[in-house]
């Protein structure tokens, strides 16, 4: 992988977000319907903040305990907003910056996900599974081939 190459090579481009006024149930929605484990908190495509799958079951975890509580939990998701549990103070990169400004964000605050911001507006996330994905999707060469095969 180009390390150089702009963030946007890799970025996750087609998103799913909420608002910070939409319920948990919306979000739970999204987490059980996509296989995703962030949700950018969007207002008028500005980024407000982002609620991680982490976050969610967090949340959940003291919740469940019989099933006479799934009536609760789910009064409890309708009734709760994005904004109580979404993390705030978000770093955010440019599109145009190098993959290189995304690898140290993530080394050096542990993140698993930074929204792409340009102008000001949401365009993308790039997520370490993103950066995962692009590592796995280059072609190896092929003396490379021969020696791993060879071990």
Sequence with gaps: MNVLAPISTIMTAKLHTVNPDDS????????????IHHIPVVRYK???????KTDFLHFLRGFKSNEM???????????W???????????????SDPIRTALEVFLVNRFH???????????????????????????????????????
């Excluded at 948990?24 to 296989?35: A, G, P, W």
């Design 24 to 35: 948990l149930m919306q979000v739970k929605e999204i987490f059980d319907q996509h296989k």
């Design 46 to 52: 500005h980024i407000e903040g982002i609620v991680s």
């Design 81 to 95: 907003k994005a904004e109580k549990i979404m993390t705030k103070g978000l770093a955010k990169v440019e599109s």
């Design 69 to 79: 509580d799934k009536f609760i939990d789910e009064t409890r998701l309708r009734s």
């Design 113 to 151: 996900a930074i929204p792409v911001v340009d102008n000001d507006e949401l365009v993308g996330i790039i997520t370490t599974f993103d950066v995962i994905k692009a590592i796995e999707d280059e072609p190896i060469p092929l003396e490379n081939y021969k020696k791993a095969k060879a071990v």
